[in-house]
């Protein structure tokens, strides 16, 4: 039995033999590139397995710790899914990845790209990713930090008496309720304590928050606009991967762009606020700039801040070494 010819095929066509041959010879091109392209792009593949269409299922059923249980030190290829993924474990090659700024993409969902924006230092690379990480890299230094902590302290130690005050409000109040009916004190307890835990969620988040706005970036809140900010943050954060980005009303991608728009009108204000005192300061103790993210120690801070007569303050009281943000301004 011979081969078949192009006339067999004609029948699937429903055409003529001259464009049947043209289909044929168009579908044996692409397919003998993708062929080429694959050898050539498989060819510089760790080894491992890429099963197709979905690989990866049975970590599900195994447990997700066994990923990168693979015996000696290569990467491996796999498909997670759908994603065909290289894992990496080696300490030198994870250091090898993540310090070399050009030899890696980033790859995120869109909505993360849009939320984030593409001048953020998650998004930027090459000279501009470098610049950024040099520029915060000694604001985060051990030293750095340190200097953070009188701060950090400060705000903790006034939210953990508020919340002990509450506490011990709610505990009076559920005792009173218990005399006042005999035998329903255990389950008043209980109902105290569940109606207690979503006030407790968004005490917590608000604690975060205001550390990291006050201490950290050196903006200056409110109560109340720490709690439209906090707010406003987490409906953000909730947005921050939504499968479609389309700003369609409704939609938790529409709710956190307007919540973006709104967490950065806040923040232009304060950092306008900032270069203004930035200003004031340069003006009347002379410019620091030289000292801006040095990663100076207490003792350093403390002088810097005793002879230009400017500190920070949190909740009223004195942050030692100054924030992030005082500290790219050369406040501290």
Same mark, same amino acid.
């Given at each position: 039995m011979g081969l078949p010819t192009v006339a067999a095929f004609l029948p699937w066509f429903g055409t003529s033999a001259p464009t049947s041959v043209a289909i044929l010879c168009v579908l044996s091109t692409v397919l003998l590139a993708y062929a080429a392209t694959r050898a050539r792009t498989t060819?510089? /593949? $760790?080894?491992g397995k890429l099963e197709w269409p979905i690989g990866g299922m049975h970590f599900f059923r195994d447990g997700f710790h066994t990923m990168c249980s693979f015996p000696g030190d290569v990467p491996r290829k796999m498909r997670l899914i759908l994603r065909p993924t290289v894992l990496v474990r080696h300490y030198d090659?994870?250091?090898?990845?993540l310090s070399a700024d050009d030899l890696t993409e980033v790859n995120w969902p869109r909505a993360t790209a849009i939320m984030l924006g593409p001048n953020s230092v998650t998004f930027t690379s090459g000279a501009r990713h470098r610049f950024l990480r040099r520029l915060l890299g000694?604001?985060?230094?051990?030293?750095?930090?340190?200097?953070? /902590? $009188?701060?950090?302290?400060?705000?903790c130690e006034r939210y953990c008496a508020e919340w002990a005050a509450a506490t011990a409000s709610a505990s009076a109040s559920a005792t009173t309720t218990a005399a006042a009916k005999p035998g329903g004190g255990d389950a008043a307890a209980v109902m105290d304590d569940v109606e207690l835990l979503p006030k407790m969620q968004k005490q917590a988040r608000l604690l975060t928050f205001e550390v990291m706005s006050q201490a950290v970036a050196g903006f200056q809140f409110?109560?109340?606009?720490l709690e439209r900010m906090s707010d406003a943050f987490d409906t953000f954060t909730r947005g921050i991967f939504s499968p479609l980005p389309l700003a369609i009303p409704g939609t938790a991608f529409a709710r956190a762009s307007a919540a973006r728009r709104f967490i950065t009108a806040a923040l232009d204000q304060q950092v306008a606020r900032t270069n203004l005192a930035s200003g004031m300061h340069g003006a009347a103790g002379g410019s620091q700039a030289g000292n801006a993210c040095s990663g100076v120690g207490k003792a350093d801070a403390d002088s810097s801040s005793s002879s230009n007569g400017v500190s920070g303050s949190v909740g009223g009281g004195?942050?030692?070494?100054?924030?992030?943000?005082?500290?790219?301004?050369g406040m501290r």
């Open positions: 060819k510089r /593949l $760790p080894p090659q994870i250091k090898m990845l000694p604001c985060f230094t051990q030293q750095a930090v340190d200097t953070y /902590l $009188p701060a950090i302290q400060a705000i409110t109560p109340q606009q004195a942050v030692e070494g100054g924030s992030v943000m005082e500290r790219l301004l």
